[in-house]
């Protein structure tokens, strides 16, 4: 068992401590980007599915080793807003770390209409919440939302978390071509910001292999929708910049345990892991061989991800 993941160098956060707390594909949305694959559990119920006990161990093993971390980021393979008891989970982690490393907390919205949610998410320093659509056409195009959960449930709870929450909000919009990527769109998208009034806007891309197939929008068109939207609007960078952590399991275990997460390339993997071509290419061969990973082809890039 492993709470854990990381750290790895991320767009946004430096170097991030990953917290995997619910199912794999667990989630309340479907989403037509999403980079994990299909839901294969589509639900609204909260349950708590955390050993404390092992979090609290695997934690502090983590920090004696003293890795380079920027933020303790909530999210990996599902809907961590599914979690009961987030809050306990956000002290437990505060407690360990003496309250020195943030706590990010990434969620697609869905459950921030619940006040119970917005209660337990309270102790986080930053939260990263998800709006792809300005319009319930667009809504249920790309989130496929479990049945009860509408656009509206999405901005009525933004709205009542910025009301609510004392820390940073960084509002996060997927940009697919010929989806949500019309100016009309964009006109839609900065009335709702004006309301939301998020510390940050971060226009983000599906730069990996998604759950079906999306087209990206042209960087003229990204351009014209941060122009539209204007304030502290933000482009997450497409690539990351590689600095070298240490490195806190086997090669191999760290590339299982990041491909769980999500797909990665070879580049990917060297950066986010700290790794030399050699040693990578030499685990990826061996856990393909193992029959542990596949490989496959998307956009001209060789990725690697685990057998479901």
């Known amino acids: ?17 990953g917290v995997d707390i619910v199912p794999k594909k667990l989630c ?6 999403c980079q994990i694959g299909r839901t294969t559990k589509k639900s609204t119920r909260r ?3 955390v050993d404390f006990n092992v979090l609290e161990r695997e934690l502090r093993d983590i920090i004696r080793k003293s890795p380079k971390i920027d933020y303790i980021t909530i999210s990996g393979s599902g ?21 020195k490393l943030p706590v990010c907390v990434i969620t697609n919205s869905s ?5 119970d949610v917005r209660n337990e998410l309270k102790g986080a320093d930053l939260i990263i919440p998800s709006l792809d659509a300005a319009t319930s056409k667009t809504f249920k195009m790309i989130n496929r939302a479990q049945k009860g959960i509408g656009l509206k449930h999405i901005i009525d709870g933004l709205i009542k978390l910025r009301r609510e929450f004392k820390g940073k909000i960084w509002l996060e919009i997927m940009l697919l071509g010929g989806i949500n990527d019309t100016l009309r769109e ?9 309301k939301l009034k998020p510390d940050k806007v971060q226009l983000n891309l599906p730069v990996r292999p998604p759950a079906a197939a999306v087209a ?35 090669t191999e275990c760290q590339i299982l345990n990041f491909l769980k997460r999500r797909p990665a390339h070879l580049d990917d993997l060297k950066e986010s892991l700290g790794l030399n071509s050699y040693e990578t290419m030499k685990s990826l061969k061996k856990l393909v ?8 082809i998307y956009r001209k890039k060789k990725y690697f991800v685990t057998h479901d």
């Open 289 to 296: 061989k193992n029959n542990k990973i596949k490989a496959y």
């Open 186 to 194: 964009a006109e839609k998208f900065k009335g709702l910001i004006k």
């Open 111 to 115: 459950l921030l209409y619940r006040e």
């Open 47 to 49: 349950i708590s599915y």
């Open 216 to 250: 990206l929008p042209s960087s003229s068109r990204v351009n014209e929708i941060k122009k539209i939207l204007d304030g502290n609007i933000e482009i997450v960078a497409s690539s990351l910049k590689a600095r070298r952590s240490k490195l806190i399991q086997s």
């Open 79 to 99: 809907e961590p807003t599914l979690h009961k008891d987030l809050d306990k989970i956000i002290l437990t982690i505060k407690r360990i770390t003496r309250g």
């Open 28 to 33: 309340t949305f479907d989403c037509v980007y």
């Open 1 to 17: 068992m492993s709470y854990f993941y990381g750290p790895v160098p991320s767009r946004r956060l430096g170097f991030s401590l």
